[in-house]
């Protein structure tokens, strides 16, 4: 289905943002990016989604494989009382009896918590089959080992340590690139650098809408 996600700004980051401005989804794909007026205007019978604040690629988190594979993230509300409601990982982790069902189980609820801060790609490589198979299902892309520290272990926000949305951009937005986005509740690229991913309202993977703050 054809789709317009409009926001108050469009940070492409390869390119000048666009006030007021809007992407075209078709499928998978990109199909159209500018001002909201002239996107709509050559598509009158697509779907629209308004978002309040800025869009931006989907971002990439350099510690993806730390989080998946080193750190145990408990269930909600079961766990809570025992283990806490953090990522368990050193001693705590190793004092826990791990099963290729809790990795998986943790990892599903790691990849939830990535999409809600607009995480569509994590850095690998993914050794453990359950935490493999989770995060697929999940439609996250796995890139090669990074170059970069990454931000604080434990955290699923990129934008933890202040980095600027150009390095932990997974791509670029741009025409016929795969639609992955990411939509913010900040008014520009300075105040989602200071306030950070954790105001993510939508996350959108390959054409699909599987995040979206209520």
Known sequence: MLTIH??????PVVGEPVERGAVAVDGTTVVALG?????AAARPTARVRRWPGV?????????????????????????FDELGRDPLTGDALAALRMTEARWGNSARRCTQKLLAHGVVAV?????????????????LTVTGPGTGPGPRPGTADPLADG???ASVAASPLAVGSRADLAVFDVPDEAALRA??????????LGGRLVHRRR
């Open 6 to 11: 409009a926001a108050d700004l469009v940070v």
């Open 35 to 39: 001002p909201y007026d002239e996107v």
């Open 55 to 79: 869009l931006t690629p989907g971002l990439h988190n350099d510690s993806g494989g730390l989080l998946l594979e080193h750190a145990y993230f408990p269930e909600e509300p079961g766990e």
């Open 123 to 139: 850095t690998g490589p993914l050794l453990i089959p359950a935490v493999r198979q989770a995060v697929h299902r999940a439609g």
């Open 163 to 165: 980095a600027p949305l």
């Open 195 to 204: 306030r950070g991913a954790g105001t993510c309202v939508a996350t959108v």
